[in-house]
Every structure is written in structure tokens, then in C-alpha cells.
């Protein structure tokens, strides 16, 4: 099982600023296809999750471009820029490269 | 538009069952693998179980491999999960998810139903 961990747990940032959390993979994600199926979603209290990025850096549709994915391998990084009220809540990362699919712990992002 | 709804939590006795549906619309259901996720109290996302939508492969996560089963009934567009044996930490909240093949794992979600497993 690919173990996935973030970091930071928990997240204060003030409005405007940026945030970054990190995910790292116990295992590469670099599918025998050539893709790398690393996601991010982000849940707020009370909702399922809505899926943020895909592949490590492309957004889904809807998804402002002050959301970014970067990373390979077993490291990766979210990056929030200019952070607004609706960003709170938890944001997780999630591999599709093996299964079982597994998540990370989850990080809360606060204002 | 993709709509996944879920249906059939409740409050169940420790070893009792329950089936949990997932109706689908707005896509082709019949192209597309599923999943099922929960999400225990205050915790985080847990995966449990996929099922493909052609082929005959399905994934259990070792937590309920035996004691739950997927399927799906394309013609109907619906997505199922009978959960047998069931124990306290398996009260959550029970999502379906759609699998975008070569995209990712989960881009849409219903809004769950709640099982609680308590006496």
C-alpha cells in the first residue's frame, strides 16, 4: 500500500497571502502508462470533496488558477495563491496509481 | 451535469447489514468505474471498494474485503454496496465516486449517506 503523507496538518494563513502544503508518497507514482495519478481535493465542512487538480498540475474545470500542483515522484506541493474565505477547509492529496487508492491525512487550511 | 445520490444508510446493530445505493445521472454510467469512500466521524477519507464498469475487476480495501461487496447494475445506472458483519468503526459517511479512466481516481461525488453502526 503507497502511504501518503502531508504536511503541514493544519494551516493558518491570513486572506491574500499564499498557502503551500506538501504530499509525499512512500512509493513513486509514476504509472507503468507514463502518468502520474496524483490529485488534490478539497472538502469544506459538511460536503463531500470537490476535486482541485489532477495529475499532479492540471485544474479541473471551474477550479481558479490560483490553485497550482507541481511536483513528481514521491513529492508534491499544492500552492494556494492569494488565499479568500471560501478556500478553508481540508484539502487532501490522493494517488490513482495502485491500488488500494489511498489519501493523505488531510490538511486544514484556516484563515 | 454529473449527479451521484446516494441512498440507504440508517442505524444498524453491530454485526447487522446494510445495502447502500448510488443513483447516477447526467453520464454514461455504463463507461465509467466506481468507488465507494467513507469518511468516519471528524477523520478522513477512506477508500473502500471499485468496480469497473466493463471488465470484471473489483478492489476492496482490506478493512472490508469480506465483509462488504460492490456492484453495479448498468441498465438501471446504479451503483451498490451491501455491507455485512458491520462494527462500530464502520459508522461513517458513505460516498460513491466516479473514476475518470487516465485522469483520476475521483472527479465527481455524491453527497453521502450516513451509516451509524451503534446498539
Known amino acids: 500500500e503507497i502511504v501518503m503523507t502531508q504536511t503541514p496538518l493544519s494551516s493558518p494563513v491570513t486572506l491574500g497571502q499564499s498557502a503551500s502544503i506538501s504530499c509525499r508518497s512512500s512509493q513513486s507514482l509514476l504509472h507503468s502508462d507514463g502518468n502520474t495519478y496524483l490529485s488534490w481535493l478539497h472538502q469544506r465542512p459538511g460536503q463531500p470533496p470537490r476535486p482541485l487538480i489532477y495529475k499532479i498540475s492540471n485544474r479541473f474545470s471551474g477550479v481558479p488558477d490560483r490553485f497550482s500542483g507541481s511536483g513528481a515522484g514521491t513529492d508534491f506541493t499544492l500552492k494556494i495563491s492569494r488565499v479568500e474565505d471560501e478556500d478553508v477547509g481540508v484539502y487532501y492529496c490522493?494517488?490513482?496509481?495502485?491500488?488500494?487508492?489511498?489519501f493523505g491525512q488531510g490538511t486544514k487550511l484556516e484563515i | 451535469e454529473v449527479h451521484l445520490v446516494e441512498s440507504g444508510g440508517g442505524l444498524v446493530q453491530p454485526g447487522g447489514s446494510l445495502r447502500l445505493s448510488c443513483a447516477a445521472s447526467g453520464f454514461i454510467f455504463s463507461n465509467y468505474p466506481m468507488n465507494w469512500v467513507r469518511q468516519a466521524p471528524g477523520k478522513g477519507l477512506e477508500w473502500l471498494s471499485y468496480i469497473h464498469h466493463s471488465v470484471n475487476v473489483i478492489h476492496y480495501a482490506d478493512s472490508v474485503r469480506g465483509r462488504f461487496i460492490i456492484s453495479r447494475d448498468n441498465a438501471k445506472n446504479s451503483l451498490y454496496l451491501q455491507m455485512d458483519s458491520l462494527r462500530d468503526e464502520d459508522t461513517a459517511v458513505y460516498y460513491c465516486?466516479?473514476?475518470?479512466?487516465?485522469?483520476?481516481?475521483?472527479?465527481?461525488w455524491g453527497q453521502g449517506t450516513l451509516v451509524t453502526v451503534s446498539s
Open positions: 490522493t494517488q490513482a496509481s495502485q491500488f488500494p487508492y489511498t
Open positions: 465516486a466516479r473514476t475518470w479512466e487516465g485522469i483520476t481516481n475521483f472527479d465527481s
